[in-house]
């Protein structure tokens, strides 16, 4: 099984495994950290829920991030009002990015 081409671009090594080794129909998606100018990729279930995709993005991009909170997750440009719903039911599909980044807006300086 080969992943989506858009999960390979400019992403920082392996994927991180969010299923079981004998999981079917796993999905490859990309999350991006909107701050740190990077991405991983992740091997999901269509019942993943986003939740844990941000959390587990979060935890190799933004390490030092404590408040989860205060980080949003949008798909296709769009936030995702419901981090507590699978990936499959916010519209997600095999190969879709998810972008992650600050709540509020910070100043540039």
């Known amino acids: 099984m080969s992943a989506p ?3 390979t671009l400019r992403t920082r090594g392996a994927p991180i495994r969010l299923v079981s080794e004998d999981a ?20 999901v279930l269509p019942g993943t ?4 995709v941000k959390q587990a993005a979060m935890a190799e991009l933004m390490p030092d991030v404590e408040e989860l909170d205060a980080y949003v997750v949008k798909l296709g440009g769009f936030e ?3 981090e507590a719903a ?4 916010v519209g997600a599909t095999d190969g879709s990015t ?3 980044m600050a709540r509020r807006r910070r100043p540039v300086r």
């Open 5 to 7: 081409f858009v999960t």
């Open 24 to 43: 079917t129909s796993v999905w490859t998606v990309r999350a991006q950290g909107a701050e740190v100018w990077d991405a991983v990729r992740l091997e």
């Open 49 to 52: 829920l986003v939740r844990e």
């Open 80 to 82: 995702v009002m419901n």
């Open 86 to 89: 699978s990936v499959q039911a």
């Open 98 to 100: 998810f972008l992650i």
